[in-house]
């Protein structure tokens, strides 16, 4: 949510954030959000930071409450003025998913093998070392007495 918000501050002006929360709080009321108490207007120095978090605290209340699917869904008007995500933020992300993937592969191939592995293991046994290796050392005995 923090990312959100720092996107939101730094990008819309504090009067584009007050409207924006006050259709987003009308409309709330509307739902028949539970909670909701009535939130002022803000002023001053933060006033874009405290518009932000109105805006986030009443979208976590529709959330909490199951009722974010009967909000309207917001569209911008103009796609030119949405803002980006820095990619730092973004190749986090993608980094993460990536990793999360390749774990999963991973895991899947590990399994794979341990499963041929059991099947080779049941299919041809493995002679014991110390018995086999007791064996031919009692062969080449035989082998060598018979020489002599």
């Known amino acids: 949510m923090d ?34 108490r009535r939130l002022k ?3 001053g120095h933060n006033k874009a930071k405290a518009e ?11 959330d909490e409450q199951k009722l974010l699917n009967r909000l309207p869904s917001y569209v911008a008007a103009n796609i030119d003025r949405l803002p980006t995500t820095p990619l730092e933020s973004m190749d986090v992300v993608i980094l993460a998913k990536k990793l999360h993937l390749l774990d999963q592969r991973l895991n899947d191939k590990c399994e794979q093998l341990e499963m041929r592995l059991k099947l080779l ?6 002679p014991q070392l110390a018995s ?17």
Do not use: W
């Open 52 to 62: 932000a978090d109105d805006i986030i605290t009443i979208l976590q209340l529709a």
């Open 3 to 36: 990312t959100l918000k720092a996107i939101a501050v730094s990008f819309h002006t504090a009067d584009e954030l007050s409207a924006a929360k006050a259709k987003l709080q009308k409309t709330a009321e509307n739902v028949g959000i539970d909670g909701l």
């Open 121 to 126: 293991e049941s299919c041809h046994p493995t």
């Open 132 to 148: 086999s290796s007791s064996a031919a050392a009692d062969q080449y005995t035989i082998r060598y007495e018979m020489l002599f």
């Open 41 to 43: 207007k803000s002023a």
